[in-house]
């Protein structure tokens, strides 16, 4: 019997439905979502770190330079045994000179000692023994030659003077360094007793005390001379006092007299 109109518009409504409800032939399933707020998981590179110094801050030229640190994976203090190699460049752009590599123990603790060379900087590079993972680090060395400097403290000179009855010249306040100054004296008097002191104190007085190394006499006069005053105190001035002898009848009693006052010490040169 003929399908009647109804029959067939049934039909179609279900034929529609079942297709809605269908995965069609060689699609592929859609892949399940990640809920939302959750990261998919992925490999970590384990951290690392590293202290690193060169010891001392600052040395002469072919002293020892002690490098040492600890380096590793952070939080572990076993597990940690590698290499650490060292470099050097002196200053900040100069190239890297190798000097060697050491082991690092368990814990990550390693040491090497080396001479020093010039200023410069240091650097360490750590590699651990089971696992692909590398630290490394920098420090700076100051290196310097000492040089021995004559430094002036003070200077006086005058001409023709009669110091009858004396002759003082007292210096500026002034700081010097523990140790001797050297003096360097040059007299010239028509009168040949003619003589006097040359000291560094703190005194305004200036006030002398018989055998005070501070202080050198020379009551028959002397000169040119050179002499060494070993000053108790680092701050004061110099002091000079001279008198001339009588001078005969008809004759004068004039003097030429100098000094200079300098000191040694060290100078850092740094290479």
């Known amino acids: ?37 959750t990261a998919a998981p992925s490999a970590r590179t384990p951290e690392t770190s590293i202290d690193f110094a060169a010891a001392p801050d600052e040395t002469t030229v072919g002293a020892p330079v002690v490098l040492s640190g600890r380096a590793g994976l952070v939080g572990r203090g076993t597990g940690n045994a590698g290499t650490v190699r060292f470099w050097f460049r002196k200053g900040q752009q100069g190239p890297k000179v190798y000097l060697g590599s050491v082991a690092a123990g368990d814990s990550g603790a390693f040491r090497h000692t080396v001479k020093a060379t010039a200023t410069g900087e240091y650097l360490a590079e750590y590699r651990n023994s089971r696992q692909p993972i590398l630290a490394s680090g920098t ?23 009669s110091c009858l009855p004396s002759c003082r010249a007292t210096g500026p306040e002034q700081f010097i360094s523990p140790g001797p100054v050297q003096v360097k004296l040059n007299r010239d008097c028509l009168q040949p007793k003619s003589g006097g002191r040359i000291g560094f104190t703190s005194d305004p007085a200036n006030t002398v005390t018989p055998g005070d190394p501070a202080w050198r006499e020379f009551p028959d006069g002397e000169g040119p001379t050179t002499f060494e005053l070993r000053p108790g105190v680092t701050k004061g001035h110099f002091h000079l006092e001279w008198t001339s002898g009588p001078a005969p009848a008809g004759q004068l009693t004039a003097c030429d007299i100098s000094f200079t006052a300098s000191q040694r010490s060290v100078s850092k040169d740094y290479v």
């Open 1 to 37: 019997m003929p399908a009647t109109g109804a029959a067939l518009a049934a039909t179609g409504t279900a034929l529609v439905a079942a297709l809605a409800g269908a995965t069609p032939a060689g699609a592929a399933p859609e892949p399940a979502r990640t809920p939302a707020g």
């Open 139 to 161: 420090d700076f060395l100051a290196v310097y030659t000492n040089r021995p400097v004559d430094r002036m403290l003070y200077t006086w000179t005058a001409t023709r003077l």
